[in-house]
C-alpha cells in the first residue's frame, strides 16, 4: 500500500509516530465498529485530506489483519469505500467543491451531501443511518478540540455518535510533512498561498507567503507548506476584534498619576495557579517575592490573586486584569499533567486556539528528549498567533509570552530569581524599568482612633503617594507606609503626619 510504504521509507522519525498513532486509531475504530457504522466528514481541506489517507492506510491494514487474503490489490491501494459526509454550504471556494467530488470519484468515497447547517443535516443522517461513529479531522488547538481525546462523545445536546480523532495531537508540520512525504493530491488553493480555508468571505492568502513581484508589482504567494511558523496558519483568517474598556482603574489611595506632583508609573497583576495554595497545602512564596521585584523596578502591583486549576477559572482572571494592567505575570499550572492549565486558560481569555508550537516542541526534545512527541506534545501548545518566546541562555525553555501576558516557569523562589534577571537582561526587556519607588516607614502607638483622621486628610492632601498602615499584632506599633515615585513629596508627606502629633509620638522605623 503506498501511503504506508511512503511512510516506513521516510527518515522522518517524528511522522513515522504520528502515522504510526494514528493509523492504530483507525483499526481500533475499525475492530469496534461494523464498517456501515463508520462515517468520514471530508470538507476538502489539508488535515481531512490527510485523514482520508490515514483511513486508506488503516482500511489496508486492517483488511490485510483480519482477512489475511490481498484480493484485488488495486482496489486495495485505491478504495476505502468510507460512508464520507459533506457539508456543501454556497459560501465554500469553487476549487474547494471542485477537489472534493474528484477526490470522492477516485477513492469510491459514498459521499453523502448535506446543504442544511450542521447540527440539524447531521441529526437527520444518523436518523436515516446506522452511524454510530465519525472520523473527524480535527487537531488540537481546533477551536472544537477543547476537552477532545481521540475518542470522545458527542457534546451534550448533539445527535449521538463517537468521535474519532486520529490526527489530533498532529501540528501544522506534521500534516505537511506526511502530504509532501506521500505525495497525495490536495486543493489547488493551498499553493496559493492559503494556510488555512474557511468561507470565501473570511479566508485570504496569508500575507506571511507574500512574495511582490517587482517587474510587474503584482502580489504573489508561496504554497502554504512554506509557511515556517505552524502558529501563523490561521493568519488568513478574518479576526473578530472585540471592543475592550481600557480605562486605568483609580486607586482610591494615592498613586493616581494626578496634579502637579505626576510621575508615571506602570501597573502589574500577579495571578497565580494552584488548588495546592487554596487548600492550605502549599503556601505562595512567589507572588510576595514577584510583588518585591517589580517594587524595584517603579511597577505598581494592582492585583495579586490565587485561581483554581481550571482553564475557566484562569480565563476569567486574565480576561480580567489583561484589559486593565500593563503586564500579567502568570505562575503554576505549566506542564503535561491534567491540572496544568495556564496556557489554555489564557489562549481562552484571548479568543485563539491552542496550537503546537514546533520551536518550542524543539526545546522540550532537548530537554526531556522524546518524551513530548506523540501523544504528549500537549507541552508544546500554546496559544496560536499572540505566542512570543523569550529565549535567554540561562534558561533550559523560553519564557512564554502571550502579548501582555508572561507565563512564568518559576515553581519556587530561587527558579523565580533567574527567570526574573533573564527578563530584565533580555535585549528588547518586555518589562521596562521606570523609575523606582521611594518609600518610608513611620510606627506610633497611638491608637487607630487617634491617627485615623490626620491620615485621611493626609491622603487628600497627598494623591500622588501611597499612605498605608498595617500592624504586625494588635497590641504592637501602628506602622504607616509612604510610597512614591517623588522622594520629595514622601518625606514631605511623612514630615505632615509627624508634625500633627506630640513630639516622639512617631518615628520611623526600617522596615
Same mark, same amino acid.
Given at each position: ?299 505598581? +502591583? %494592582?492585583?495579586?490573586?490565587? @485561581? *483554581?486549576?481550571?482553564? #475557566?477559572?484562569?480565563? &476569567? !482572571?486574565?480576561? /480580567? ?24 486558560? +489564557? %489562549?481562552?481569555?484571548?479568543? @485563539? *486556539?491552542?496550537?503546537? #508550537?514546533?520551536?518550542? &516542541? !524543539?526545546?522540550? /526534545? ?30 533550559? @525553555? ?114
Amino acid at each position: 500500500m503506498e501511503i504506508d510504504r511512503a511512510i516506513k521509507e521516510s527518515s522522518d522519525r517524528r511522522l513515522q509516530t504520528k502515522y504510526n498513532n494514528a493509523v492504530y486509531v483507525i483499526q481500533r475504530t475499525f475492530a469496534l465498529y461494523e464498517f456501515e457504522q463508520v462515517a468520514f466528514s471530508f470538507n476538502g481541506g489539508k488535515d481531512s485530506t490527510v485523514l482520508l489517507h490515514l483511513l486508506r492506510a488503516g482500511y489496508y491494514l486492517h483488511k490485510e489483519k483480519t482477512d489475511n487474503s490481498h484480493g484485488n490489490q488495486l482496489d486495495c491501494m485505491l478504495n476505502c469505500p468510507i460512508r464520507t459526509i459533506y457539508f456543501e454550504s454556497p459560501c465554500a471556494f469553487p476549487d474547494i467543491n471542485l477537489f472534493t467530488y474528484e477526490t470522492a470519484a477516485v477513492y469510491d468515497l459514498h459521499l453523502e451531501i448535506i446543504r442544511s447547517d450542521f447540527k440539524s443535516g447531521l441529526g437527520t443522517l444518523l436518523t436515516e443511518k446506522p452511524i454510530k461513529a465519525i472520523f473527524l479531522g480535527t487537531r488540537i488547538g481546533d477551536p472544537n478540540a477543547v476537552g477532545q481525546e481521540q475518542f470522545s462523545p458527542s457534546s451534550t445536546g448533539w445527535p449521538p455518535f463517537m468521535r474519532v480523532n486520529p490526527i489530533l495531537d498532529w501540528s501544522y508540520r506534521d500534516v505537511w510533512a506526511f502530504i509532501l512525504t506521500c505525495k497525495v493530491k490536495y486543493c489547488s488553493l493551498y499553493d496559493q498561498g492559503y494556510t488555512s480555508i474557511g468561507s470565501i468571505h473570511d479566508t485570504v492568502p496569508n500575507a506571511l507567503l507574500s512574495v511582490a513581484e517587482s517587474s510587474t508589482m503584482k502580489e504573489n504567494f508561496k504554497p502554504a507548506y512554506m509557511l515556517s511558523d505552524g502558529r501563523q496558519e490561521r493568519a488568513g483568517r478574518a479576526k473578530k476584534i472585540s471592543s475592550k474598556s481600557e480605562s486605568t482603574p483609580v486607586l482610591s489611595n494615592g498613586l493616581n498619576n494626578i496634579g502637579p506632583h505626576k510621575n508615571s508609573f506602570l501597573t502589574a497583576s500577579i495571578i497565580a495557579v494552584g488548588d495546592e495554595i487554596l487548600f492550605g497545602t502549599a503556601e505562595d512564596q512567589i507572588g510576595a517575592t514577584l510583588c518585591k521585584k517589580l517594587q524595584t523596578i517603579g511597577w505598581q +502591583v %494592582a492585583h495579586v490573586a490565587v @485561581v *483554581r486549576n481550571d482553564v #475557566d477559572s484562569v480565563a &476569567e !482572571e486574565v480576561e /480580567r486584569r489583561k484589559s486593565k494592567d500593563d503586564m500579567v505575570f502568570l505562575f503554576g499550572g505549566l506542564g503535561p499533567l491534567h491540572s496544568d492549565v495556564s496556557a489554555a486558560g +489564557v %489562549a481562552k481569555a484571548f479568543g @485563539v *486556539r491552542l496550537a503546537p #508550537d514546533e520551536e518550542f &516542541e !524543539e526545546y522540550l /526534545r532537548h530537554l526531556i528528549g522524546d518524551h513530548c512527541t506523540g501523544d504528549r506534545n500537549e507541552m508544546a501548545l500554546l496559544p496560536e498567533g499572540i505566542t512570543e518566546l523569550l529565549h535567554h541562555e540561562m534558561l533550559p @525553555v523560553p519564557l512564554i509570552k502571550c502579548r501582555n501576558v508572561i507565563i512564568l516557569a518559576a515553581t519556587n523562589v530561587s527558579e523565580l530569581e533567574t527567570e526574573w534577571e533573564c527578563l530584565l537582561q533580555l535585549p528588547s526587556p518586555p518589562i521596562v524599568r521606570m523609575a523606582p519607588f521611594k518609600s518610608k516607614h513611620l510606627h506610633t502607638m497611638l491608637s487607630d482612633i487617634e491617627t485615623a483622621q490626620v491620615i485621611s486628610k493626609l491622603c487628600i492632601d497627598f494623591p500622588d503617594i501611597y499612605i498605608g498602615c498595617h500592624r504586625k499584632s494588635r497590641a504592637g506599633p501602628l506602622i504607616i507606609n509612604f510610597v512614591g515615585k517623588d522622594n520629595t513629596r514622601v518625606e514631605l508627606a511623612a514630615q505632615n503626619l509627624c508634625e500633627r502629633f506630640p513630639a516622639g509620638a512617631v518615628r520611623e522605623v526600617k522596615l
